[in-house]
């Protein structure tokens, strides 16, 4: 797998008048339980980094795992794989984004087509 070196990002944040770059390389990404053919449960494992565009320096690193649903895996009974997919990809967007902004109990409601 080729991944983009921090320089690489950094001068592609200059082209386009950045001050930094976040980058997310995902390492994992399953939609179905482990050793089961009916169970959903996301599984991933994303690398976020933020480089400065001034000097190509990486500021912050962090590894980023997910399961989802927390309760644990969904019969495919239950929905279709389409739309687990988005509700995990949503998921995990927002477990990213809690890196950069602040967060409060509640913020997340986990959608009740889950339960």
């Known amino acids: 797998m080729q991944t983009t070196s921090a320089k690489d990002l950094a001068t592609l944040g200059k082209s ?6 976040i980058s997310l390389l995902i390492k994992k990404f399953t939609l179905v339980e482990d050793g089961s053919s ?3 449960r996301c599984r991933a494992t994303v690398d976020v980094s933020v480089i400065r565009v001034g000097n190509g320096e990486s500021i912050f690193e962090r590894e980023v795992n997910i399961h989802f649903p927390l309760r644990g895996p969904v019969s495919n009974k239950k929905l279709p794989l ?19 902004y602040e967060r409060y109990a509640g913020d997340y409601d986990a959608p009740t087509e889950l339960e």
């Open 82 to 100: 389409k739309r687990f997919r988005e509700l995990s990809i949503k998921y995990l967007s927002q477990q990213i984004g809690y890196i950069f």
């Open 16 to 21: 386009e008048e950045a001050g930094f770059v």
């Open 38 to 40: 009916d169970l959903y």
